[in-house]
């Protein structure tokens, strides 16, 4: 138990505070209109309602499930029955909850590697408070909060497991594994850092008494695969398109992201990040002449902890397997690191064993002009963060969650007047069926059903285009309702209005450089 003037409560009072202040920050971002939502969160979201209403692991146009494992709309659905809230304000609040959490287990865990050097530790868990990115992805709708929180649970465990040898920890790390997994499925790589803990901590002979929680946290996600997905799929995972993946573009796009969190965009610093290998071959060039082997043999006892080494092998691991998964034209925002964020502590835990075993080292600590310097320039650098988060929690008291993760519910769709329109017509024909270009907005914002708009190959000239909407639509659409079209339009495969009216009847409703609003019946009806 801790002393209450001991170092640990301090820490933990500080971290309390912390936490209090992060819940703080995500509900004034979040304040205007509630939580971002992605066309991913809407998927999930409207899973997690057909999951509500017993339709099973289907999104809002019937599409299945199948890119994304089961967890999160899983737990969205059942938080929502049991509190008999709409599952938007289920996902809002508990991503408000877990950014709490996920400071506390980011400090505790960094609490944990620097216990000799509490400043290291203190200064992590602010820059986890303060950080933009984390901030943000806790004020959308994803899933990339309970991941973290997973991925934090399993490295607390793994130490105490490594420890001690706890059945407790053993268990603990397993179940956290498979959770993960069921939340995002590169969860997966926890599941082979499991397997390499054990075998560490029990050897080979040993492996028997980690292989039964191992499995049984494995197999959820086997059932999943096999069960689901491939039935309906004829793959594990999903379809996945692997010439659309560039792994050495998005190593460097990657790289440019992270090292944004502690660099500011600014003239020939924005220049160096974005060609990061440059600065980073510079660093470790420094390091190499100032540093001797037994200075690096201290460097790398220290990355051997029972907190650190799991961490760095996850983190490792995670960041290679997402350069191969990740399509490289969805990833060309350097704006959008919510895939990077959830390593922020790891991260952080390699800066500080390598600041104090390769560089402080260096200097005479004891020196009152060594500190004072280092406090100086801690100082002016905590202006960077404290300026970012300042800017976007002001540009969220205006718009709404302001990052472009944010396409539904911001001030840009729900201010439109095409949507102003949409909703006294659908206020006048609640029933009627709502076909669109942004069909995840669409069903965000006004939660009616609707319809995908018929696609097309758009690299056809027009009258190719024509002949083949006609071939494959004889009959569009299978009900009447209403389109709903906004412009501009970013999915060329879909249909635009101009080409419709050569297969159904369209009358127009509304007209503006928003959108368009049309009713839409079979001809002849």
């Known amino acids: 138990m801790l002393k209450v003037h001991s170092p640990g409560a301090k820490y933990l009072l500080f971290l309390s505070c912390l936490l209090i202040i992060g819940i703080a920050f995500v509900l004034i971002a979040t304040s205007k209109y509630g939580a971002g939502v992605s066309s991913d969160a809407a998927r999930n979201l409207s899973t997690a309602d057909n999951l509500v209403m017993g339709k099973g692991f289907v999104d809002m146009v019937g599409a299945p499930l199948i890119l994304w494992p089961p967890l999160y709309p899983l737990l969205l659905a059942g938080l929502s029955i049991l509190t008999s809230l709409d599952t938007f304000v289920v996902a809002w609040y508990l991503n408000v909850i877990l950014y709490g959490v996920n400071i506390w287990l980011s400090g505790w865990l960094l609490y944990s590697i ?66 993960a997994t069921l939340q995002r499925y590169l969860g997966v790589v926890l599941m082979g850092v499991a397997a390499i803990v054990i075998l560490r901590r029990e050897g080979p002979g040993g492996m028997k008494r980690g292989s039964v929680p191992l499995l049984a946290s494995t197999a959820p996600i086997v059932a999943w695969a096999v069960l689901h997905n491939y039935p309906i799929s004829g793959t594990l995972f999903g379809p996945r398109e692997l010439g659309a993946m560039l792994p050495l573009q998005n190593i460097s796009l990657s790289l440019t992201k992270i090292l944004w969190w502690f660099v500011p965009r600014w003239g020939f610093l924005d220049w160096l990040l974005l060609r990061p290998w440059l600065p980073l071959l510079l660093l470790a060039a420094l390091l190499i002449v100032i540093n001797t082997r037994r200075d690096w043999l201290a460097w790398l006892h220290a990355l051997s902890g029972e907190y650190v080494w799991p961490a760095l092998l996850f983190a490792g691991i995670y960041f290679l397997l997402l350069a191969f998964t990740v399509v490289t034209a969805d990833h060309l925002d350097l704006t959008s690191d919510r895939y990077y964020i959830i390593l922020l502590p790891i991260v952080l835990a390699a800066i500080f064993i390598t600041l104090d075993r390769l560089v402080l080292s260096h200097l005479t600590r004891s020196s009152g002009v060594t500190r004072y310097a280092l406090a100086g320039l801690l100082a002016v650098w905590l202006a960077y963060p404290l300026f970012a988060v300042q800017s976007y929690l002001r540009q969220a008291l205006v718009q709404g969650e302001p990052t472009n993760y944010n396409i539904a519910n911001s001030v840009n769709f729900r201010e439109l007047s095409v949507v102003k329109a949409a909703e006294q017509v659908l206020q006048e024909d609640p029933d009627a069926l709502v076909y669109s270009n942004y069909v995840n907005i669409v069903w965000f914002i006004f939660r009616h059903p609707v319809q995908l708009l018929p696609f097309e190959n758009e690299s056809l000239p027009r009258d190719q285009r024509l002949a083949a909407l006609e071939a494959n639509y004889p009959n569009w659409p299978e009900e009447p309702g209403y389109i709903i079209w906004f412009m501009p339009n970013q999915y060329h495969h879909i249909v635009a209005p101009d080409e419709l009216v050569t297969i159904a009847d369209l009358s127009l409703l509304f007209e503006d450089e928003t959108g368009q609003v049309f009713a839409v019946h079979r001809w002849g009806e």
């Open 114 to 179: 620097f216990r000799d050097i509490p400043f290291y530790a203190a200064v992590g868990a602010l820059v986890v408070l303060l950080s933009r990115s984390m901030l943000r992805i806790h004020a959308n709708v994803a899933s990339e909060p309970f991941f973290e929180t997973l991925i934090l649970v399993f490295l607390l465990a793994a130490a105490r497991y490594l420890r001690d040898g706890s059945r407790r920890g053993l268990w603990a790390m397993c179940a956290a594994a498979g959770l």
